[in-house]
């Protein structure tokens, strides 16, 4: 499909640059069927059954963002993907000061090697010493918020809090799952005396997913990989909740994308340990979910795409059209939208 389809207009009022709070007292936009209503997150018990199940990434953001220097040229890195114990794919900042085997001093003792640099201009950085990386990252990183977001104002201390979610257990991330950012243990609470359970899996989310789709047609785009994990136990959960008449409910793009690599054409989820790199455009069948908790998410993106196909694309730009009229609050701080087709 043509890219420019999934075009719109977003004044730039309606990005949010800081999260609701207190977190669940953001506003969501409810598709179930026809009908299109204006609720809030804190609503979500009564508009959810007993017996559905919530299913929620449990990655953790790490301060994957670093700012270094190659001699007199200042680099910046973006960290993406783990692919060893020392060696991050990396998107870099004037790449063209880079050649291959190049070192960045990152500052604070941390220095790494930029070496193989692929199709994308990512170079893979390979760190120096013995030190576990993750204590790196502490020392010289910081949190890697959206360029949307970085481009409007720094990063701050607040940002360490409010860019992680609730149920953030397992680093490796370079982005948040957003939509489980609206969640709070009051609302958890509420949830499970309304009978819907909850479940979690990894998919840790790389800096891939900010790129814009540069194709003029959806089958030229490549997606980058992210690793991910559904282990046996919960596979199994989540197949009982629809053998039962429950609803698998994704919540965010990343817990759907990871559920759906993991369903087999016969609709049952099993157990993932991997990489994934599935692109959902409409025309694509979903097997494994019933329904998505989602942010509104930015012009000709993969992720627009992906509603579009869950929805339908000229239901999905009525609804943000709407959503935009109405000032609802977009991207990763910003409000939610709940998708129930």
């Given at each position: 499909?043509?890219?420019?389809?999934?075009?719109?207009?977003?004044?730039?009022?309606?990005?949010?640059?800081?999260?609701?709070?207190?977190?669940?007292?953001?506003?969501?936009?409810?598709?179930?069927?026809?009908?299109?209503?204006?609720?809030?997150?804190?609503?979500?018990?009564?508009?959810?059954?007993?017996?559905?199940?919530?299913?929620?990434?449990?990655?953790?953001?790490?301060?994957?963002?670093?700012?270094?220097?190659?001699?007199?040229?200042?680099?910046?890195?973006?960290?993406?993907?783990?692919?060893?114990?020392?060696?991050?794919?990396?998107?870099?900042?004037?790449?063209?000061?880079?050649?291959?085997?190049?070192?960045?001093?990152?500052?604070?003792?941390?220095?790494?090697?930029?070496?193989?640099?692929?199709?994308?201009?990512?170079?893979?950085?390979?760190?120096?010493?013995?030190?576990?990386?993750?204590?790196?990252?502490?020392?010289?990183?910081?949190?890697?918020?959206?360029?949307?977001?970085?481009?409007?104002?720094?990063?701050?201390?607040?940002?360490?809090?409010?860019?992680?979610?609730?149920?953030?257990?397992?680093?490796?991330?370079?982005?948040?799952?957003?939509?489980?950012?609206?969640?709070?243990?009051?609302?958890?609470?509420?949830?499970?005396?309304?009978?819907?359970?909850?479940?979690?899996?990894?998919?840790?989310?790389?800096?891939?997913?900010?790129?814009?789709?540069?194709?003029?047609?959806?089958?030229?785009?490549?997606?980058?990989?992210?690793?991910?994990?559904?282990?046996?136990?919960?596979?199994?959960?989540?197949?009982?909740?629809?053998?039962?008449?429950?609803?698998?409910?994704?919540?965010?793009?990343?817990?759907?994308?990871?559920?759906?690599?993991?369903?087999?054409?016969?609709?049952?989820?099993?157990?993932?340990?991997?990489?994934?790199?599935?692109?959902?455009?409409?025309?694509?069948?979903?097997?494994?979910?019933?329904?998505?908790?989602?942010?509104?998410?930015?012009?000709?993106?993969?992720?627009?795409?992906?509603?579009?196909?869950?929805?339908?694309?000229?239901?999905?730009?009525?609804?943000?059209?709407?959503a935009i009229a109405q000032k609802y609050r977009f991207y990763s701080y910003g409000d939610a939208s709940l998708l129930l087709p």
């Amino acid at each position: 499909m043509n890219v420019d389809l999934f075009d719109f207009d977003l004044p730039t009022d309606n990005i949010a640059l800081r999260p609701a709070a207190p977190r669940d007292a953001a506003r969501m936009l409810v598709l179930e069927g026809d009908r299109t209503t204006d609720a809030g997150v804190s609503d979500l018990p009564s508009l959810l059954r007993r017996g559905d199940m919530l299913v929620f990434n449990d990655t953790r953001v790490i301060p994957a963002q670093l700012d270094g220097r190659r001699g007199d040229a200042k680099i910046g890195a973006t960290l993406h993907k783990r692919e060893g114990p020392r060696r991050w794919r990396a998107f870099i900042r004037n790449a063209r000061r880079l050649r291959d085997g190049d070192v960045i001093d990152f500052g604070n003792g941390v220095s790494a090697a930029a070496v193989d640099r692929e199709d994308d201009g990512s170079y893979a950085l390979v760190f120096a010493g013995d030190e576990p990386v993750e204590l790196l990252l502490e020392r010289a990183g910081h949190m890697p918020l959206p360029p949307y977001i970085a481009g409007k104002r720094p990063t701050d201390e607040r940002d360490a809090d409010d860019y992680q979610t609730m149920f953030a257990s397992e680093p490796g991330a370079v982005a948040a799952p957003t939509a489980a950012l609206h969640f709070t243990p009051k609302l958890m609470a509420a949830l499970d005396a309304a009978g819907i359970g909850h479940a979690t899996l990894t998919l840790h989310v790389g800096a891939g997913t900010f790129l814009p789709v540069k194709a003029t047609d959806t089958t030229e785009h490549k997606m980058h990989a992210e690793w991910g994990r559904i282990d046996a136990a919960t596979a199994d959960r989540l197949n009982a909740v629809r053998a039962n008449g429950g609803r698998v409910i994704a919540v965010g793009t990343t817990s759907l994308r990871l559920i759906e690599s993991a369903t087999g054409e016969d609709d049952v989820i099993r157990p993932f340990d991997g990489d994934t790199a599935i692109f959902i455009t409409p025309g694509y069948r979903f097997r494994g979910i019933d329904g998505l908790m989602t942010n509104f998410h930015l012009p000709r993106s993969t992720l627009f795409m992906l509603v579009s196909a869950l929805i339908g694309r000229e239901r999905m730009q009525a609804a943000y059209a709407h959503a935009i009229a109405q000032k609802y609050r977009f991207y990763s701080y910003g409000d939610a939208s709940l998708l129930l087709p």
